[in-house]
């Protein structure tokens, strides 16, 4: 099946730095991503939706210059936490959409910012 | 707009107890897909099972049995001899056209199994 392939699953980083979170689809082009947000014992929150080769839309509240999405080939998004801070730290979980009612999870990436 | 509400936060039971959990959602849309989601505490998402809106039969594969009922706002997931394994987070998620598609999320519903 349909595979999308998240890097890194863990990151620690220092306050003040950028991180960087690629999606892959390995075996079929990902026309649409999705990007959540998820806080402990919390719901996956939509963060941005991505179409290869436009600008992201992002959701009402969160920064579009924090947090940078790159969706520049049918196989790869990336997602970067700009000047890290402590609040920023969650699970981010990509998704990419097959179909109207088709979604594949990557594996997620829990960030720690210290 | 479209909203999915998991009313249960938490569920506790027994192994071998047959457990249920709720899903109730909200849409204007005549066309719409209705999923659920297992998250075990290494975070990914596993796909249990999609639903479209013009197909109310239930579904049962092994364990696992869905009743979608479209008068109720409905699409309840039943866990028969529940295993610790089944320990998770549960979601449900609905998209439609209204929506763009793009997945609404319940709140999830933690499932924990015990021995």
């Known amino acids: 099946g349909a595979v999308v392939s998240q890097h890194p699953s863990r990151v620690i980083c220092k306050s003040g730095t950028s991180v960087k979170i690629e999606c892959r689809s390995l075996?079929?082009?990902?026309?649409?991503m999705f990007w959540y947000r998820q806080f402990p014992k919390q719901s996956l929150m939509l963060m941005a939706t991505s179409n290869e080769g436009s600008k992201a839309t992002y959701e009402q509240g969160v920064e579009k210059d924090k947090f940078l999405i790159n969706h520049a080939s049918l196989t790869l998004s990336t997602l970067t936490v700009t000047s890290a801070h402590p609040e920023d730290s969650s699970f981010y979980i990509c998704?990419?959409?097959?179909?109207?009612?088709?979604?594949?999870f990557g594996s997620g990436t829990r960030l720690t910012v210290v | 707009a479209q909203k999915v509400t998991q009313a249960q936060t938490e569920i506790s039971v027994v192994e071998k107890e047959d457990v249920t959990l709720d899903c109730v959602y909200e849409t204007r849309d005549t066309t719409y897909y209705l999923f659920w989601y297992k998250q075990p505490p290494s975070g990914e998402l596993v796909f249990l099972i999609r639903r479209n809106s013009f197909d109310e039969q239930n579904e049962i594969s092994g364990r696992y049995s869905w009743n979608f009922q479209k008068s109720t706002s409905s699409f309840n997931f039943t866990i028969t001899a529940s295993q610790v394994v089944d320990s998770a987070v549960y979601f449900c998620?609905?998209?439609?056209?209204?929506?763009?598609?793009?997945?609404?999320f319940g709140r999830g519903t933690s499932l924990i199994v015990h021995p």
């Open positions: 998620a609905l998209t439609s056209s209204g929506g763009s598609y793009i997945p609404t």
């Open positions: 075996d079929f082009q990902a026309t649409t």
């Open positions: 998704s990419a959409r097959m179909s109207n009612y088709g979604y594949t």
